[in-house]
T-cell receptor
Framework: SQTIHQWPATLVQPVGSPLSLECTVE??????LYWYRQAAGRGLQLLFY??????ISSEVPQNLSASRPQDRQFILSSKKLLLSDSGFYLC???????????FGEGSWLTVV | DQQVKQNSPSLSVQEGRISILNCDYT??????FLWYKKYPAEGPTFLIS?????DKNEDGRFTVFLNKSAKHLSLHIVPSQPGDSAVYFC???????????FGQGTELSVKP
């Protein structure tokens, strides 16, 4: 069966520090991969979308970047965090040509 | 531009009654619609979906209705149970396997 893992689960980072959130999917190959963010009082916002290794689509201009160095690995990064980057970050995957998307457990980021 | 909108941030229902959660969209290219349920500090889990060739899909206590002409979908939960208390997100995509655009979510509270 397929599983998705993302880490760390929680982190508190100072403003201006770097960020790296990692996500891996097991049990499937060539998935679509996603990074979403849920900010306080807001819905799920799509940040990045990837259909293959090295192929990243950015949905909103922001302080973050994403990379897909391997087929089932998706990394969310920032060189310098802002207070507004605080939120709940979710990695997700889907099988191509299937509509259902499956989410990881999420990572709580608090920028102080 | 919010392509998927859930205009009710919260809904309170008595146990055993029907819960109706609504969702509107603006992009006429959307062809697949899904509902997700999210508990605090967890990733969303898939609930039910519907494609544009149908106007109704039922799964146990959950039924999703789609009105393409009105660009409106709704989720009915009958009978509502306290364990249904969660945030519900509707989502849409233009094709199977395409990126999902989420609404802001509606927090459902089912009272005993």
């Amino acid at each position: 069966s397929q599983t998705i893992h993302q880490w760390p689960a929680t982190l508190v980072q100072p403003v201006g520090s770097p960020l790296s959130l990692e996500c891996t999917v097991e049990g499937t190959s060539n998935p679509n991969l996603y990074w979403y963010r849920q900010a306080a009082g807001r819905g799920l916002q799509l940040l990045f979308y990837s259909v293959g290794i090295g192929q990243i689509s950015s949905e909103v201009p922001q302080n973050l970047s994403a990379s897909r160095p391997q087929d089932r690995q998706f990394i969310l990064s920032s060189k310098k965090l802002l207070l507004s980057d605080s939120g709940f970050y979710l990695c997700a995957w889907s099988v191509k040509a299937v509509d259902t998307i499956y989410f990881g457990e999420g990572s709580w980021l608090t920028v102080v | 531009d919010q392509q998927v909108k859930q205009n009710s941030p919260s809904l309170s229902v008595q146990e055993g009654r029907i819960s109706i959660l609504n969702c509107d969209y603006t992009n006429s290219m959307f062809d697949y619609f899904l509902w997700y349920k999210k508990y605090p500090a967890e990733g969303p889990t898939f609930l039910i979906s519907i494609s544009s060739i149908k106007d109704k899909n039922e799964d146990g206590r959950f039924t999703v209705f789609l009105n393409k002409s009105a660009k409106h979908l709704s989720l009915h939960i009958v009978p509502s149970q306290p364990g249904d208390s969660a945030v519900y997100f509707c989502a849409a995509s233009e094709y199977q396997g395409g990126k999902l655009i989420f609404g802001q979510g509606t927090e459902l509270s089912v009272k005993p």
